[in-house]
C-alpha cells in the first residue's frame, strides 16, 4: 500500500533516502535505462503513477520523485527554490546510485529538471521539458496570471480551484491532485514563487543533450511557453499533444508515456 492508503499500481514500489534534512522519497518500476520523472506544483510522484508502468514496459527504471516538501519527501528548511530542490534530488540520485538518466518534468518539475541538468549535465542523457516556462527576465517581469489557482486552505475550495483543468468524468484525477495538495501546505504557492523567480537564461546555454519539448494545446498557462522555449533551445524537438490540458502524464498517461519513449529510443 502506499502513503496515501491507496494500493501501489503493480510493479511500482516506493522508496526513501534519508538526507540531512530528513527523507526524500520516490516511486520506482522497472530495472532498465533510468528515467527520472519531476512532478508539477503541487503534486507528487503520484501525477506520475499511471507512466511508471507504461515506461518500465518499454525497458526503463522509472523513477518518480516527490519534490521536497510535496508527498512524503520532507521540506528543506529555509524555503524552497528551484536550485536547492535541484541539488537536493541530485544528493538522493547519489544515495540511489544512479549516475547517469533521462530526466522528465512536467510544469515546475520541467523547471526544476532544466537546473538538474545545468547543475550536472554529465548525469543527464536527455531531457523531456512538458509544459515547462522560460522563466527568462520578460516572464519574471510579467508571469502568467495564476490568481486563485493552489491558493485555498481546504479541500472544496482547492477542488474549485483546479476543475476546470480536468475532464467531468474523470472526478478520481481532481480528487488525487486534492489530497496532494492538502498534504503540501503552505508549499503548494511557495512552488509557483519559486519557478518566478527562477533566472533560467543561464541554465539554457547548459543544454547541449537531446531535448524534447512537450506541449499540451489546451494548456492556457504552458502552451503559450512552447514557441519560447523552442526558440531559446533551437536543437530540441518538439511534439504537441492535442486536447492535452495541465494535468498531462496523470489526464493523458498513455501518449505522454509514449512520446517520452519513443524520443528516448530515437536518441539512445
Known amino acids: 500500500m502506499s502513503s496515501r492508503g491507496r494500493r501501489l499500481p503493480e510493479g511500482v514500489e516506493l522508496v526513501s533516502v534519508q538526507l540531512q534534512h530528513g527523507p526524500v522519497c520516490a516511486a520506482c518500476a522497472g530495472s532498465g535505462t533510468p528515467v527520472v520523472l519531476l512532478h508539477q506544483t503541487p503534486r507528487s510522484w503520484d501525477e506520475y503513477r499511471d507512466v511508471l508502468p507504461l515506461l518500465a514496459a518499454r525497458g526503463h527504471r522509472a523513477i518518480a520523485f516527490d519534490t521536497p516538501g510535496f508527498g ?24 540511489l ?5 533521462a530526466f522528465v518534468g512536467h510544469h515546475t518539475g520541467g523547471v526544476i529538471a532544466v537546473e538538474l541538468a545545468a547543475q550536472r549535465p554529465e548525469r543527464v542523457s536527455a531531457l523531456v ?43 478520481d484525477l481532481l480528487d488525487r491532485y486534492v489530497a496532494d495538495a492538502l498534504r503540501a501546505l503552505p ?28 506541449g499540451a494545446d489546451a494548456d492556457p498557462y504552458a502552451y503559450p511557453q512552447l514557441a519560447r522555449m523552442r526558440a531559446a533551445l533551437t536543437h530540441a524537438e518538439v511534439h504537441e ?11 493523458w498517461p498513455k501518449v505522454f508515456a509514449a512520446a517520452v519513449a519513443d524520443f528516448l529510443e530515437r536518441v539512445r
Do not use: C, K, N
Open 97 to 101: 546510485g544512479v549516475e547517469r538518466a
Open 129 to 171: 521539458l512538458s509544459s515547462t516556462p522560460l522563466t527568462d527576465a520578460a516572464y519574471r517581469d510579467t508571469p502568467p496570471d495564476e490568481s486563485g489557482v493552489d491558493a485555498a486552505q481546504d479541500a472544496d475550495g482547492l477542488r474549485r480551484s483546479r476543475a476546470h483543468f480536468y475532464p467531468d468524468d474523470r472526478a
Open 72 to 95: 512524503d519527501s520532507a521540506p528543506l528548511p529555509g524555503g524552497a527554490s528551484i536550485v536547492r530542490w535541484s541539488e537536493t534530488l541530485h544528493a538522493a540520485l547519489d544515495e
Open 241 to 251: 499533444i492535442r486536447g492535452g490540458m495541465v494535468p498531462l502524464p496523470d489526464g
Open 187 to 214: 508549499l503548494a504557492l511557495d512552488g509557483h514563487r519559486a519557478v518566478g523567480e527562477y533566472a533560467m537564461e543561464a541554465a539554457i546555454a547548459h543544454l547541449t543533450m537531446p531535448v524534447l519539448l512537450v
